[in-house]
């Protein structure tokens, strides 16, 4: 059984005695009670009663109550011919306080064969007794007398199970199936019968509220073992004989739940109607992706995700948004506004340097870590064109050579830097630190000197959006790169502090 359960992905093993004590808790008392530890002592005592169970019980004929709850115990009797798996998806939607046992007593495989066999005799005998009775009063005519009938129907599914459990490797389930509703009044607990009524209807399941025999069905359905045979003198003896087909159809695998201690709300299981709580950072992928139609709720599920990860956790914001959709939200939890535009007030110096990501790394450099920046930065200005090896070698001079002169330099002291380069090099690579020079001029003196200015945004708030609505297309890609530069480096220094950082990267489709 424990080999089967981890092949389908689920954790299982024996209960220890003070585990089941606080499932009981749970059932009788609530989730929130403390309860104290037992040993054996304790429990041969039985001081764990005091503890789990309620302050009292009155049984009626159909229903009982403790602790002002009502409640009520079902077992399932009819079934049909055919069980569908999303039998409990069903029930489960119903999103009502239930208790659902399953009790299977496994049969072996002779002992299975022997049984059916002879209740396919018995069958027979009937059959043949009823074909001589009616032969006998027919004078000459004759009908069959078990055409069409649930004896024929049954000799037929009795053939078939009988099959299967010779030839398909089928097994044999004495099988009891019982259900706890609980309500805090009568009618709401009528209510929730009537529901479940319905529900199982469908599935032509019939069922019983054990009449008379509340507090036997209450026995069997605990986690106190009683349940583990049927001979058991409290045990409610109502069983059904099943095939472990059949059986698979009630196990409640077709739900995946996420539910982490300490996790943020992400909605409903849309299968289960469970919530949905679970932390990212647990996942073996905490990246996704939020898709849906226009007007389907996508930034909703965006802003609620921030809100919660603002409120539930100790993680850093950052968002990337092109439309201006999250900036009151931004503004209403404190955070930093970043307006990136031609025009804008707010500047990012782009030759701000990296700090270690990796703090057991002492060889890092963090001027040469710039050099990648820098090239796809020229790369771009210049048109997305190929950097040759001589300009790769020009930028990489004018780089150190500005980190060298200036504590924080920006693109204006770089391109100082590059214009007496330019002066003092060799006719050879003259005409490279020309082009480069008159590319980065526009960017630093002219109309998109916008990222040619100090730092003056507070990065170091927990939350930050930049706000790129402003962005002209001319300098989107530029800008684009030197927000991505300046969030790496954000990650680099949260990774330095053992923080978090959460980004939200808005797509604006066309």
């Known amino acids: 059984m424990a080999t089967a359960m981890e092949r389908l992905g689920t954790q299982f093993r024996i209960q220890t005695a003070n585990e089941r004590i606080r499932t009981l808790t749970n059932i009788f008392r609530g989730v929130d009670i403390n309860i104290p530890e037992f040993n054996m002592k304790d429990l041969e005592l039985t001081a764990e009663k005091q503890e789990c169970c309620p302050d009292y019980f009155e049984f009626k004929r159909d229903y009982f109550m403790f602790n002002d709850k009502y409640a009520r115990c ?7 011919h055919s069980i569908l798996d999303t039998i409990y998806k069903d029930i489960l939607a119903m999103n009502q306080n239930m208790i659902i046992t399953e009790n299977l007593d496994f049969v072996e495989k002779a002992e299975a064969e022997t049984l ?39 000799e037929a599914h009795a ?20 259900v706890m509703l609980t309500a805090d009044s009568y009618d709401e607990l009528k209510k929730n019968t009537e529901a479940l009524q319905i529900i199982l209807r469908r599935y ?36 059904r004989t099943l095939s472990s087909e059949s059986v698979a159809g009630f196990m409640p695998f077709n739900a995946v739940e996420l539910l982490h201690h300490g996790g943020i709300f992400y909605g409903v299981n849309q299968m289960s109607k469970n919530v949905i709580f ?56 404190g955070g930093e506004i970043i307006y990136i535009s031609a025009t804008s007030t707010s500047h990012i110096n782009p030759l701000d340097l990296t700090e270690n990501p990796d703090p057991t790394d002492h060889e890092y450099d963090p001027v040469k870590a710039k050099l990648d920046f820098l090239l796809s ?24 050579t500005t980190y060298d002169k200036y504590d924080e330099p920006t693109l204006k002291e770089y391109y100082e830097v590059l214009q007496k380069y330019e002066k003092n090099c060799t006719d050879e690579s003259k005409k490279d630190a020309t082009y480069l020079r008159q590319a980065l001029q526009l960017y630093v003196t002219g109309s998109m000197n916008v990222f040619a200015q100090k730092s003056n945004v507070d990065i170091h708030k927990r939350i930050v ?16 790169m030197i927000v991505l530069e300046n969030i790496w480096d954000k990650l680099a220094k949260n990774r330095v502090k053992g923080l978090r950082t959460r980004i939200f990267v808005v797509a604006e489709c066309q």
């Open 74 to 80: 079902i077992y399932f009797r009819d079934f049909g």
């Open 204 to 239: 032509q399941v019939g069922i019983i509220a054990a009449p008379y025999r509340q507090e036997v069905a209450l026995s069997s359905l605990l986690p106190i073992g009683n349940s583990c045979g049927f001979d058991k003198t409290n045990n409610l003896q109502t069983r």
């Open 278 to 333: 679970f932390d990212k950072s647990r996942l073996d992928n905490p990246n996704a992706f939020i898709f849906g139609i226009p007007g389907g709720g996508k930034s909703v599920m965006a802003k609620l995700e921030m809100l919660f990860s603002a409120l539930a956790t100790t993680d850093e914001i950052l968002i990337l948004d092109p439309e201006r959709e999250y900036t009151p939200l931004v503004q209403a939890l």
């Open 159 to 178: 053939q078939e199970f009988l099959a299967d459990i010779q030839t398909r490797g089928q097994k044999m389930i004495r099988a009891q199936f019982l």
């Open 465 to 480: 959006v930049y706000d790129l609505k402003g962005l002209d297309k001319s300098i989107r890609t530029l800008g684009m």
């Open 377 to 400: 930065f020229f790369s771009t200005i210049l048109g997305n064109k190929e950097i040759s090896p001589i300009q790769k070698t020009i930028i990489d001079e004018v780089m150190h």
């Open 116 to 154: 059916i066999r002879r209740k396919i005799t018995d069958m027979k005998q009937e059959e043949i007794a009823k074909t001589r009775k009616v032969a006998s009063a027919a004078n000459g005519g004759f009908v069959d007398p078990i055409a069409g009938t649930q004896l024929e129907r049954d």
